[in-house]
């Protein structure tokens, strides 16, 4: 995501400000650092977007420092670290202005944050970049959409090393978070149930940050709590994930027309339905792409992927291709063992097994599905003399 640069302030002697925090606010993209003794009397060459002070009640009152410099710099964000962690004291901090209250030394990971969210709230304001939004969707339950959006979503954060969401739409079975080991905890109705406040730090508290590289936006695990989303929340969460993501991926409910899942696929680039090369599961996908092209869907943004690929099934890829009068975007081959495996083991398959034949099968989707005119005709598997299928 292309960004805006920061300017940052901090009035504050070096030796006040912790050296760690300082290395951080100093290796930040995007972001100018300039230090300062007196910000009031300085010339500035830019005009700062943040500004970090110390808290010295000894010496200034904090509160009329803070309303002196918002006077001047209207435009700015101003952060204070303290000491002082009287409630009565951060509330007269905040109603004068300041827009984060840290701790001296400031937590290196709330600093940055708190950051991040300003540069995202101007993002907001002015131009944004959004970032791009996959879909998976099974033409009948059982087909590995969640296996697919979760193994993809890994491989494209270890791949890209770029920002990615998963978001578990099927907020009826939740599956996502088992293959991912996450225990019950924060997920997608926390932000509908508080939707009166939502913002990015809301959106960041429903999400868990996982050691596969991906943040995880987690569906009920009561479905009877999944009536609590409704389609202007996921909108609200989509317009946002994008915003704050340079990659969202989807698992939707198979088949489904529901309000909240076609609001994941309006917000989705690239739609796969999965199937497989079964008669039900094909004729599925067909009507599936009918109607949500119906619907209004742009048919370039549909593609259908084949899982479970075993050479020799009840169809060949030739008749499922007449009956979808599409080209089959990708081929995921059959590999009960290891996807079983990984799933007891709650570690995504890429991860877990790097070397599986499947594991490099979906590395190498993530590629076309991100790029997919410098990929070609191939489509993850190989015929008998190296040709591709
Ligand atoms: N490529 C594959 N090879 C073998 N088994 C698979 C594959 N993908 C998925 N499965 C199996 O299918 C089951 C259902 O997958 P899941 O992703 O939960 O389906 P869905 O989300 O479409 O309902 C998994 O438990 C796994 O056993
Ligand atoms: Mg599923």
Redesign the pocket.
Known sequence: MPQETLYIALEMERDAFDNKALKALESLDQTKLTLCADLTREKLADDPTIIMIDDRPEEIDTVSRVRTLKRKFSGAEVFVVSTDQRPQHIVNLMKSGVSEYLGNPPDIHELITAIEEIRIKRANAGQVVQGTTYSFV?SK????????AVNAAVSLAAKSRQSVLLCDM?LQSG?ASVLLDVPAGRTIVDLSRNIHRFDVSLFRGAVTRHKAGIDFLAAPPDPEDSSDVNADHAAQIFDLSNKLYEHVVV?CP?MSLDPCTLTALQASDRIFI?TDLSVTAVRNASRYRDLIEKIGFDPSRIEFVI??YIKGSALSIEEVESTLKKKIFWL?????IN??SS?NRGTPLVNFQPGAV?SKNINEFVDKMQNPSACGNYRGLKGTFGKAI
Do not use: K
Request: hydrophobic share 45%; aromatic share 8%.
């Open positions: 099974g339950g059982g087909l590995g959409s969640t296996v697919l099927s599956d698992d198979a999965v899982n479970r995921f081959p059959n590999d009960f996807v079983v799933i499947l």
